[in-house]
């Protein structure tokens, strides 16, 4: 199976800071990565697919890059609504696992 | 507008089996295959396993084979995932989702199951 390790576990941020979140395989997954938030009670909300292809919708603040085997996720201009929980998740090969989480609280 | 519709929230018993269901609308149902995903109170995601609804082939995560049982009905255009033998460490919260290349695009609204002994 392929491990998805996400760091850091929770992360501490203001309003109008820029966040950046990472996700490391254990082995190459070219850029089959997806990110979702998360919010308290709900379901995942898909944000980036394909390591950096915006969901349609998603604000342009958000963004991804990598490629192999390291991934980020980055938040610009944190909005209030962005305080939330993100996960990575491989869509390489089954099983599709995912990172542990990170959870983006405000400073 | 795509929406994945699931059962309600389960009580149930140490040893007993819950069923959960999910509906979707807005697309054809055989278009895209279903996974399942759980999450236990205040933690990650977990990845359970997956049908192709035109076939009904399944796939499952190891950790679930032989306990977990994913199946379709093409004429109700519903997927169901069953849990059997349910300890404490099966309560959590039940996802469907629509798989689009891999990516899980459209998700249901979480279905609860509380194991109590």
């Known amino acids: 199976d392929i491990q998805m390790t996400q760091s850091p576990t929770t992360l501490s941020a203001s309003v109008g800071d820029s966040v950046t979140i990472t996700c490391r395989a254990s082995?190459?997954?070219?850029?089959?990565v997806v990110w979702y938030q998360q919010k308290p009670g709900k379901a995942p909300n898909l944000l980036i697919y394909g390591a950096s292809t915006l969901k349609s919708g998603v604000p342009s603040r958000f963004s991804g890059s990598g490629s192999g085997t390291d991934f980020t996720l980055t938040i610009s201009s944190l909005q209030p609504e962005d305080f939330a929980t993100y996960y990575c998740q491989q869509s390489h090969s089954t099983p599709r696992t995912f990172g542990q989480g990170t959870k983006v609280e405000i400073k | 507008q795509v929406q994945l519709m699931q059962s309600g929230a389960e009580v149930k018993r140490s040893g007993a089996s819950v069923k959960v269901s999910c509906k979707p609308s807005g697309y054809t149902f055989t278009g895209y295959a279903i996974h399942w995903v759980r999450q236990a109170p205040g933690q990650g995601l977990e990845w359970m396993g997956w049908?192709?609804?035109?076939?009904?082939?399944?796939k499952y995560s190891q950790k679930f084979q032989g306990r977990v049982t994913i199946t379709r009905d093409i004429s109700a255009s519903t997927a169901y995932m069953e849990v059997e033998s349910l300890t404490s460490e099966d309560t959590a919260v039940y996802y469907c989702?629509?798989?689009?290349?891999?990516?899980?695009?459209?998700w249901g609204q979480g279905t609860l199951v509380t194991v109590s002994s």
């Open positions: 049908i192709n609804p035109v076939n009904g082939n399944t």
């Open positions: 082995q190459y997954i070219n850029n089959y």
């Open positions: 989702a629509r798989d689009w290349t891999g990516t899980f695009d459209f």
